[in-house]
T-cell receptor, first 116, second 113 residues
Framework: DTGVSQNPRHKITKRGQNVTFRCDPI?????LYWYRQTLGQGPEFLTY????????KSRLLSDRFSAERPKGSFSTLEIQRTEQGDSAMYLC??????????????FGEGSRLTVL | SQKIEQNSEALNIQEGKTATLTCNYT??????LQWYRQDPGRGPVFLLL?????KEKRKERLKVTFDTTLKQSLFHITASQPADSATYLC????????????FGTGTRLTIIP
């Protein structure tokens, strides 16, 4: 498998529950990004990692959100005490940081969260 | 504040014609601009990148122009086909090394047979 893999693809949860999404990037890619996309909107940047270091976080990422990439390979995005406003598609993307002159991101298929 | 606008939410084009999508930005000095295609329920797929010092880029039936004076990019699909129907997103990057993409809202293109 040479693509970005995200799990689960769909998650339905009740308000107040915690959810965790996993992203497995393309194996040789050292940069990993999380985006959130709501219906009719473009993806919005949440955070990104270079290897295991989290280099930037958006103001959209409230204290209830935490992302990790412990060994510089897969990443998890956890949302605690979910709210209905968290309902969205959570997209993961990866990039080979050494290839700085293209900027192309490779996206996964996303994890759709519905908070009831 | 920084803003990226794509010309319309939806665009219907007759098969075989050229589809032209517009991306305008304000309060932004991008190092480069990218176009992505997104099908329903799927992640975006990269199509083309154009740098601030480039005027035009082509790839098969796709053409992108970038006018930093007008702060605008145009995305053209020539000889359009129903399979080109999708949402097209433009995305800007502020500087090399900080490759956080800022996306527009997208234009949903439908090619009518």
């Amino acid at each position: 498998d040479t693509g970005v893999s995200q799990n689960p693809r769909h998650k339905i949860t009740k308000r107040g529950q915690n959810v965790t999404f996993r992203c497995d990037p393309i194996s040789e890619h050292n940069r990993l990004y999380w985006y959130r996309q709501t219906l009719g909107q473009g993806p919005e940047f949440l955070t990104y990692f270079q290897n295991e270091a989290q280099l930037e976080k958006s103001r959209l990422l409230s204290d209830r959100f935490s992302a990790e990439r412990p060994k510089g390979s897969f990443s998890t995005l956890e949302i605690q005490r979910t709210e209905q406003g968290d309902s969205a598609m959570y997209l993961c993307a990866s990039k080979d940081g050494a290839v700085t002159n293209t900027g192309e991101l490779f996206f996964g298929e996303g994890s759709r969260l519905t908070v009831l | 504040s920084q803003k990226i606008e794509q010309n319309s939410e939806a665009l219907n084009i007759q098969e075989g014609k050229t589809a032209t999508l517009t991306c305008n930005y304000t309060n932004y000095s991008p190092a480069y601009l990218q176009w992505y295609r997104q099908d329903p329920g799927r992640g975006p797929v990269f199509l083309l990148l154009i740098r601030e010092n480039e005027k035009e880029k082509r790839k098969e039936r796709l053409k992108v122009t970038f006018d930093t004076t007008l702060k605008q990019s145009l995305f053209h699909i020539t000889a359009s086909q129903p399979a080109d129907s999708a949402t097209y997103l433009c995305a800007l990057v502020g500087e090399f090394g900080n490759e956080k993409l800022t996306f527009g809202t997208g234009t949903r293109l439908t090619i009518i047979p």
